[in-house]
């Protein structure tokens, strides 16, 4: 008599041969997040009213808001919440305490306007950029005060003399090497840790020959309205052509030292989307925030080398829908959080 064992084996072995017995799935390792294998995919998780109609906007590594007030001489302040939009405190600038201790000669006769026209904050530390503007803004100061994360005063720093006589500072941000970078309208200009000038970037010289010009020949009006720096010191801005409800903007990549590189659209899909924001994560992953005339946004990202990974789409009902401040910031968790001038923040999450 035949072993049943071997029988039932033997059956066993005829179905796998025919194909009658279901293939099990292949397990998949779980790989984490790194510099080649990156987040795609975001949830919103939340979205904070936090009635404060402030302008330049930031947030700290712990993912802690940070708003300021535009040019409100009696209200010109910092206000900072935390992750979920409660009230944690708020300090007003030394300029507008008016205190003469050496380290900003204010004119006597008042500013033609002032603002503060940035805010950035790294692990340590609480930046902000003051502009004031002088003669109908034919002359221009500047200068960045230094706060802790809590407000207190640090130091303030001058930038070089005459480096922005016509224009003030606008935007700033940090490499990891720990230089600063300050945009304004049409340079940029780059300081060591210890704020001593480095060097001078001026996009718009003719001699760049690399933006294009209109049918009129006539060179549209150019300006510098973002900037990030990636791991390798490379300069990207994002550069905004003609009138502000045209989609004419993009982003130009520029060395250390100042030459053109490339020059980008970074656009997946809807070419009409207006761009509001750039960010970039640690991994040089970039980050690009647009707005289309239905009052769509439209968050997309990019490698360095500016290969589309993935985008999402949201909705906001606000009239203003395109302004100078909308802004995008990205915690070390890489959450995203976008800010509307009214004062509301949204944040989108990767997906766990």
């Known amino acids: 008599m035949v072993n049943k064992y071997l029988l039932i084996l033997c059956f066993i072995l005829c179905f796998i041969l025919t194909g009658c017995l279901p293939k099990q799935p292949i397990a ?13 995919d975001y949830v919103c998780t939340g979205e904070y009213d936090l009635k ?30 935390n992750s979920q939009g409660k009230y944690i405190t708020s ?31 790294d692990n340590e530390s609480f930046y902000l950029i003051y502009g004031a503007s002088y003669n109908n803004y034919r002359e221009c100061l500047g200068h960045i005060e230094k706060f802790d994360l809590n407000g207190n005063f640090i130091t303030a720093i001058k930038p070089e003399k005459d480096s922005y006589m016509g224009d003030s500072p606008g935007y700033i941000t940090k490499d990891k090497n720990g230089n600063f970078y300050l ?10 840790t210890n704020w001593k000038l480095q060097s001078i ?19 549209p009006i150019s300006g510098i ?14 550069i905004k052509n003609g009138d502000i409800m ?7 990549k520029f060395d250390s030292s100042g030459n053109f590189l490339m020059n980008r659209r970074f656009s997946e899909g809807n070419d009409y989307f207006y761009l509001c924001a750039i960010e970039i994560d ?31 789409n949201f909705e906001r009902t606000e009239n203003m829908f395109i302004s100078r401040y909308t802004d995008m910031k990205i915690d070390t968790k890489r959450n995203v959080y976008i800010f509307f001038v009214k004062g509301t923040i949204k944040k989108f999450s990767p997906k766990q």
């Not at 205190?99 to 500013?111: H, T």
């Not at 294009?212 to 060179?219: E, G």
């Not at 045209?246 to 130009?252: D, G, K, Q, R």
């Open 201 to 219: 970037l001026y996009p718009f010289e003719q001699k760049q020959k690399w933006y294009k010009k209109k049918k009129s020949n006539l060179q």
């Open 28 to 40: 998949t390792p779980t790989v984490k997040p790194s510099a080649t294998s990156q987040i795609k």
């Open 52 to 81: 404060y109609e402030g302008h330049s906007f930031t947030v700290d590594y712990k993912g802690n808001f940070y708003l300021t007030k535009y040019a409100n001489k009696s209200r010109m302040n910092i206000k900072k919440y």
């Open 91 to 121: 300090w007003i600038p030394e300029i507008k305490k008016r205190k003469k201790n050496g380290w900003f000669s204010e004119k006597k006769e008042l500013p033609h306007s002032e603002q503060i026209s940035d805010i950035f904050a």
């Open 183 to 192: 945009a304004s309208h049409r340079h940029i200009e780059k300081y060591d």
């Open 225 to 238: 309205d973002d900037l990030i720096v990636d791991s390798q010191g490379y300069i990207h801005i994002l």
């Open 282 to 312: 640690s991994d040089d992953i970039i980050y690009v925030l647009g707005v289309n005339y239905d009052k769509k946004y439209r968050i997309q990202k990019f490698d360095s080398s500016g290969n589309f990974i993935t985008g999402w």
């Open 246 to 252: 045209e989609p004419y903007s993009h982003v130009a």
